[in-house]
């Protein structure tokens, strides 16, 4: 496994609460059951975190892996971060097509890749056909920095799709390219704080 994946991963946990951890990585799926039942959680957080990526470094993590852990602790913790809504339309004379999650994951990467060489996007699939999309930024000269990404969640076939506020503004305007190859167009952008988000019940 990578050097930078292990610390992505090891920065990940750590930012788990131990109340939290089993939940979090079962929900993860990478490590089996059998390989979680060798960790003694109670332990101090440290030797937990250093077995856990011991165990991850035996599977060969991949980047994709580390951050599909990223986006789960990040579903579990929405609440604390700051989201803006963006209401889309679609253009005069133009259907929706049937939604093909496949072929809008496969369409969004492609996009924003061509964009913007240095990107890494990942998706994750939640219930209620909602994908939550994970963007790490890089530019021509620098490589995607994984500590500060992007998130959007988006439910097909409506009108929203929500977006983490970044840290990297000038970035935000190039998801409007994906979102409009599903013939959708922006519309209205609203700063959401905790409570209206906890209200949508996302």
Same mark, same amino acid.
């Given at each position: 496994?990578?050097?930078?994946? *292990?610390?992505?991963?090891?920065? #990940? ?8 951890? #089993? ?10 059951? !059998? $390989?979680?039942?060798?960790? !003694?959680?109670? @332990? ?16 060969? *993590?991949?980047? !994709? ?14 609440? @604390? ?21 496949? $072929? +809008? ?23 209620? !056909? ?14 995607? =920095? ?11 076939? #409506?009108?929203?799709?929500? #977006? ?6 000038? =970035? ?10 599903? =013939?959708?167009? +922006? @519309? @209205? ?14």
């Amino acid at each position: 496994m990578d050097e930078t994946v *292990a610390e992505f991963i090891k920065r #990940t946990i750590l930012k788990i609460p131990m109340s939290q951890m #089993t939940t979090i990585l079962k929900a993860w799926e990478f490590l089996s059951e !059998n $390989q979680l039942q060798t960790v !003694n959680f109670r @332990q101090r957080k440290e030797s937990v975190v250093q077995h856990l990526v011991e165990l991850c470094e035996e599977k060969h *993590a991949s980047l !994709n892996d580390a951050a599909l852990l990223d986006i789960i602790y990040t579903q579990v913790h929405r609440h @604390q971060k700051m989201w803006d809504v963006f209401q889309m339309s679609k253009g005069p004379g133009e259907d929706v097509d049937p939604f093909d999650m496949k $072929q +809008f994951k496969s369409s969004f990467k492609k996009v924003l890749q061509r964009a913007l060489k240095n990107v890494t996007v990942s998706f994750r699939d939640t219930e209620e !056909n909602a994908v939550w999309i994970r963007i790490a930024w890089g530019t021509q000269y620098t490589k995607p =920095n994984q500590y500060k990404p992007t998130y959007v969640v988006y439910y097909s076939q #409506t009108p929203y799709a929500f #977006t983490s506020l970044s840290t990297l503004k000038s =970035n935000i305007p190039l998801l409007g390219q994906p979102l409009r190859g599903k =013939n959708v167009h +922006f @519309q @209205q952008e609203i700063t959401l704080d905790i409570i209206v988000w906890r209200k949508l019940s996302f």
